[in-house]
């Protein structure tokens, strides 16, 4: 089945520590995307890539850092700089012309301890 | 810029009653229109899409009408379920060409047996 996996589901970090969340999707999608959920808040976006080897800041991208070396692939570092990362963390992906749905993964919930 | 605006606060009903979440829009041109649901834990799911004015969107019993004249996109369901109580996020992808979405707040729904 085609999708887009997230892992892991629950992660825990300690302050001061970074940390790569996993998106890995099998749609053949040109475009990925990492978006932050906060309650009540709705989705912002973070980073997104159109092609490999290319990413452009989203609206919230301080204290993060993303990749693009496989088209399959589009992991997150929320680094130490990041003030307050407990959140839930969506990835999606879409194709790569325009006005095209986005796909998403199941998140994965970083708490910060 | 182009945003979306969902009504205030969650929405709680009984089993088969008519749900209406409205969802209006400002944009440049007429941007596709899109509703995604999250149940509990879980990622964004495409519910329903709509490309161009005066389309209607349907799916799993919702529905959703372009209206241009009144920039919204408001859902709607005739007799809803137990298992619809989720929230419920309105999208315009942006009119930048690399399909970024602007998302409303969401609105949380809860079905009462």
């Known amino acids: 089945d085609g999708g887009i996996t997230q892992s892991p589901k629950y992660l825990f970090r300690k302050e001061g520590q970074n940390v790569t969340l996993s998106c890995e999707q099998n749609?053949?999608?040109?475009?990925m995307y990492w978006y932050r959920q906060d309650p009540g808040q709705g989705l912002r976006l973070i980073y997104y890539s159109q092609i490999v080897n290319d990413f452009q800041k989203g609206d919230i991208a301080e204290g993060y850092s993303v990749s693009r070396e496989k088209k399959e692939s589009f992991p997150l570092t929320v680094t130490s700089a990041q003030k307050n990362p407990t959140a839930f963390y969506l990835c999606a992906s879409s194709k790569g012309d325009s006005y095209n749905e986005q796909f998403f993964g199941p998140g994965t919930r970083l708490t910060v301890l | 810029g182009d945003s979306v605006t969902q009504m205030e606060g969650p929405v709680t009903l009984s089993e088969e009653a008519f749900l209406t979440i409205n969802c209006t829009y400002t944009?440049?041109?007429?941007?596709?229109l899109f509703w995604y649901v999250q149940y509990p834990g879980e990622g964004l799911q495409l519910l329903l899409k709509a490309t161009k004015a005066d389309d209607k969107g349907s799916n799993k019993g919702f529905e959703a009408t372009y209206r241009k004249e009144t920039t919204s996109f408001h859902l709607e369901k005739g007799s809803v379920q137990v298992s619809d109580s989720a929230v419920y996020f309105c999208?315009?992808?942006?009119?930048?060409?690399?399909?970024?979405?602007?998302f409303g707040k969401g609105n949380q729904v809860v079905v009462i047996p």
């Open positions: 944009a440049t041109g007429y941007p596709s």
């Open positions: 749609l053949n999608h040109d475009a």
């Open positions: 999208a315009l992808i942006l009119p930048y060409g690399n399909n970024r979405l602007a």
